[in-house]
């Protein structure tokens, strides 16, 4: 039988989550919906000391806010390999069962070293200029450990309460190969991995046993994370190995970097691009930093992970506007990069803008509504028609849906002011005489439709021996107050014949004309 397919997406609660963390989030739950799968959220808690308060529940907010739900797991409501949370899954022995295990056959050990020996050790081989001083099949042999210490001086040791570690045992020079399904086979030699702890002297699991166990325990069937787990992947091998579970091993996928705007290096969360780093607003305790959330910047969450997806995956094909469906439908990990991902920071912006066009006039309407409540007060009160209109009309020029007061106040509010860049230029006893005849001549018509205002429009002009283009743009600002925006008989068919003479007469009076 095939394995079931299942994913986990295996944050430490370390901070918030960044747009790298979400995206690896993203490739989980695409593959995992794919194949009909499950997605599952697990938090590795063992790290206490980088423990963050809030940053849980921020992980859990943030995937909810991306449509990128577990469907198992922390915060999901748990399911059958519960608990989900490391800390608690400690509580049980889990981990300890396997690393003692690890040290009955002979591919773990008891270390003692003190941080001051440890810290003695590395000065030492840094002072025989050893490139990349570790604890490992050579060094071992000069330290505190049950590999060099007698079995009754381990058992003293031990009596007495010292603190100790478990160490993976690993061989010397032999090789270990791997695959990845980004990256192919990987092939390193064991000289160049460390004999990682595996267990804390707290009891605690480092993230190395820890992971190991949980996608043993939990069916795992793909471990996907960030490109910068890939030189610890040669110890989880051989972990797997001695455990006699390598059958049983997750089928490995490291991602590729983000990379800032320039390609130069790793996109940092203090990015100056502008552009937010972080799905929702996040407050750093520690650091007393705050980012801004894509959320809170107006983004929408399908435009949002339609942008992350592709960077790093590549389906194939021109399309790039891509519903979830269509994202699961197309997804695989082998057309992921095994190069970083360039962050583009304007493409990210117009990815909103096509998810916003694609909205309907009501549902822009729905989403202005709360911006209008709190600008107006309860003032200038419009219909639901009304607004709907002004989305139709300015939504092409936007972005964003907060971008919508802006560029829509004169539609609500008449003008209190007016553009005096365009006043200077187009404003003369002609032009001016022409706003007094057009609000008389706009007075009279019947019907007040953009096609019947822009004839009468035109016609107005020419009999002042003018052409339409040296007042349009001085009739826009003296309706509106600003010197651009849409279709400017638009503008004058939606505010209507009473509120357009209103304000001809209004721009008449402030002007002395
Ligand atoms: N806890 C690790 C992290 O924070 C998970 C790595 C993995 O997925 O194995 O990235």
Same mark, same amino acid.
């Given at each position: 039988?095939?394995?079931?397919?299942?994913?986990?997406?295996?944050?430490?609660?370390?901070?918030?989550?960044?747009?790298?963390?979400?995206?690896?989030?993203?490739?989980?739950?695409?593959?995992?919906?794919?194949?009909?799968?499950?997605?599952?959220? *697990?938090?590795?808690?063992?790290?206490?000391?980088?423990?963050?308060?809030?940053?849980?529940?921020?992980?859990? /907010?943030?995937?909810?806010?991306?449509?990128?739900?577990?469907?198992?797991?922390?915060?999901?409501?748990?399911?059958?390999?519960?608990?989900?949370?490391?800390?608690? *899954?400690?509580?049980?022995?889990?981990?300890?069962?396997?690393?003692?295990?690890?040290?009955?056959?002979?591919?773990?050990?008891?270390?003692?070293?003190?941080?001051?020996?440890?810290?003695?050790?590395?000065?030492?081989? =840094?002072?025989?200029?050893?490139?990349?001083?570790?604890?490992?099949?050579?060094?071992?042999?000069?330290? *505190?450990? &049950?590999?060099?210490?007698?079995?009754?001086?381990?058992?003293?040791?031990?009596?007495?309460?010292?603190?100790?570690?478990?160490?993976?045992?690993?061989?010397?020079?032999?090789?270990?190969?791997?695959?990845?399904?980004?990256?192919?086979?990987?092939?390193?030699?064991?000289?160049?991995?460390?004999?990682?702890?595996?267990?804390?002297?707290?009891?605690?699991?480092?993230?190395?046993?820890?992971h190991i166990v949980d996608d043993i325990e939990m069916q795992v069937s793909h471990a996907v994370r960030g490109e910068e787990w890939l030189p610890s992947a040669p110890s989880h091998v051989l972990i797997y190995r001695y455990l006699g579970l390598e059958d049983k091993m997750p089928l490995l996928a490291h991602l590729p970097l983000i990379l800032k705007p320039d390609g130069n290096g790793k996109l940092s969360k203090r990015d100056k691009s502008g552009l937010p780093m972080f799905p929702l607003n996040w407050y750093d305790e520690r650091t007393k930093e705050s980012y801004v959330?894509?959320?809170?910047?107006?983004?929408?969450?399908?435009?949002?992970? /339609?942008?992350?997806?592709?960077?790093?995956? /590549?389906?194939?094909?021109?399309? =790039?506007?891509?519903?979830?469906?269509?994202?699961?439908?197309?997804?695989?990990?082998?057309? +992921?990069?095994?190069?970083?991902?360039?962050?583009?920071?304007?493409?990210?912006?117009?990815?909103?803008?096509?998810?916003?066009?694609?909205?309907?006039?009501?549902?822009?309407?729905?989403?202005?509504?709360?911006?209008?409540?709190?600008?107006?007060?309860?003032?200038?009160?419009?219909?639901?028609?009304?607004?709907?209109? +002004?989305? *139709?009309?300015?939504?092409?020029?936007?972005?964003?849906?907060?971008?919508?007061?802006?560029? &829509?106040?004169?539609?609500?509010?008449?003008?209190?002011?007016?553009?005096?860049? +365009?006043?200077?230029?187009?404003?003369?006893?002609?032009?001016?005489?022409?706003?007094?005849?057009?609000?008389?001549?706009?007075?009279?018509?019947? &019907?007040?439709?953009?096609?019947?205002?822009?004839?009468?429009?035109?016609?107005?002009?020419?009999?002042?021996?003018?052409?339409?283009?040296?007042?349009?743009?001085?009739?826009?600002?003296?309706?509106?107050?600003?010197?651009?925006?849409?279709?400017?008989?638009?503008? +004058?068919?939606?505010?209507?014949?009473?509120?357009?003479?209103?304000?001809?007469?209004?721009?008449?009076?402030?002007? /002395?004309?």
């Open positions: 039988m095939e394995k079931r397919v299942r994913l986990r997406f295996a944050p430490s609660p370390t901070g918030g989550l960044h747009m790298g963390g979400v995206r690896t989030a993203l490739f989980c739950y695409l593959f995992a919906k794919k194949h009909g799968g499950d997605f599952i959220l *697990r938090i590795e808690d063992t790290d206490q000391t980088r423990y963050v308060n809030g940053a849980e529940e921020y992980i859990i /907010n943030s995937l909810k806010w991306c449509g990128i739900e577990p469907n198992e797991g922390v915060g999901f409501g748990d399911g059958p390999h519960a608990p989900y949370r490391q800390s608690e *899954r400690k509580e049980l022995g889990i981990y300890k069962k396997y690393a003692d295990q690890l040290i009955a056959a002979g591919h773990a050990y008891y270390a003692f070293d003190t941080s001051e020996e440890l810290d003695a050790m590395r000065k030492r081989l =840094e002072a025989a200029k050893v490139v990349a001083p570790q604890y490992n099949a050579v060094t071992r042999q000069t330290m *505190r450990n &049950s590999l060099t210490l007698s079995e009754d001086e381990v058992k003293k040791l031990m009596d007495a309460g010292t603190p100790y570690v478990i160490r993976l045992k690993v061989p010397r020079n032999e090789e270990i190969r791997f695959h990845d399904i980004i990256r192919g086979w990987v092939v390193v030699n064991s000289s160049q991995v460390d004999d990682k702890v595996l267990l804390k002297s707290d009891g605690m699991p480092t993230y190395h046993l820890a959330g894509y959320r809170e910047s107006g983004f929408f969450p399908e435009a949002f992970i /339609n942008m992350l997806a592709l960077l790093g995956w /590549n389906p194939g094909g021109n399309q =790039e506007i891509m519903s979830k469906e269509e994202l699961i439908n197309l997804f695989s990990f082998e057309r +992921v990069n095994k190069s970083g991902a360039k962050f583009d920071p304007e493409k990210t912006k117009w990815f909103n803008q096509q998810y916003l066009r694609q909205k309907s006039d009501a549902e822009l309407a729905t989403l202005f509504a709360p911006i209008l409540e709190e600008k107006l007060k309860g003032e200038n009160q419009k219909s639901k028609e009304f607004i709907e209109n +002004v989305c *139709r009309l300015i939504k092409e020029k936007a972005h964003f849906v907060n971008e919508f007061w802006d560029n &829509s106040v004169y539609f609500f509010n008449s003008p209190t002011s007016y553009d005096v860049d +365009v006043l200077k230029k187009r404003l003369n006893e002609q032009t001016g005489l022409f706003i007094k005849e057009i609000a008389s001549a706009f007075s009279s018509l019947s &019907s007040f439709t953009a096609a019947e205002t822009e004839a009468t429009f035109k016609a107005t002009a020419e009999k002042l021996g003018l052409g339409a283009g040296q007042v349009m743009q001085l009739f826009r600002v003296s309706i509106s107050g600003v010197g651009g925006g849409p279709a400017l008989f638009e503008i +004058v068919e939606l505010l209507g014949k009473d509120e357009i003479i209103k304000r001809l007469n209004a721009f008449l009076k402030s002007n /002395n004309i």
